[in-house]
């Protein structure tokens, strides 16, 4: 973990920051995926994200943590919380919903972590282990999470 990156729970206030990190982050990843630039661009899905955002940090089963640089400014953000999927056993395992990082802040530890606090969060709570999901065109997100364990189950 980088000892410069502060990992925080995430407040009402951190909305905004998140939700920029989120849209700035995703344009990169889906645009080398092949999406287009204008559904990126998407008002309407910006304020989805933030209103997303809001969502889980108001909500008492979920989790939402920020990265911090050490100047201060959010550069990372994450959401956490029991799995969605009704044939995972939410009292064995807790799903990594969302990691992003912004892109200049890529590779400085930020996203290692945040991924940190969310594997400590695991064995603090007892349960058996973690799940994501990562876009299959998300080169990046998927690298990062075999840099970080995670193995693939064909889901």
């Known amino acids: ?44 899905a910006r304020e989805k994200r933030q209103n997303g955002w809001a969502r889980v940090i108001a909500s008492p089963g979920m989790t939402a943590l920020c ?12 959401a956490m919380g029991p799995p969605k999927d009704v044939d995972v056993d939410a009292s064995v395992y807790r799903q990594l919903f969302q990691i992003h990082v912004h892109p200049d802040a890529w590779g400085r530890g930020a996203g290692g972590a945040l ?3 969310f594997t400590g969060w ?8 973690g799940i994501l999901e990562a876009w299959e065109a998300n080169a990046r997100a998927r690298r990062f999470s075999v840099q970080h364990g995670w193995r693939a189950d064909g889901g």
């Open 1 to 44: 973990m980088n000892d410069s990156i502060r990992v925080r729970e995430a407040s009402t206030e951190d909305v905004e920051a998140m939700s920029d990190i989120h849209t700035r982050a995703r344009s990169v990843y889906y645009a080398a995926g092949g999406v287009a630039a204008v559904e990126l661009a998407d008002p309407v």
């Open 67 to 78: 990265a911090e640089a050490p100047e201060g400014r959010v550069v990372g953000a994450l």
């Open 115 to 117: 991924h940190g606090a």
């Open 122 to 129: 695991v064995v603090a709570g007892g349960f058996g282990g």
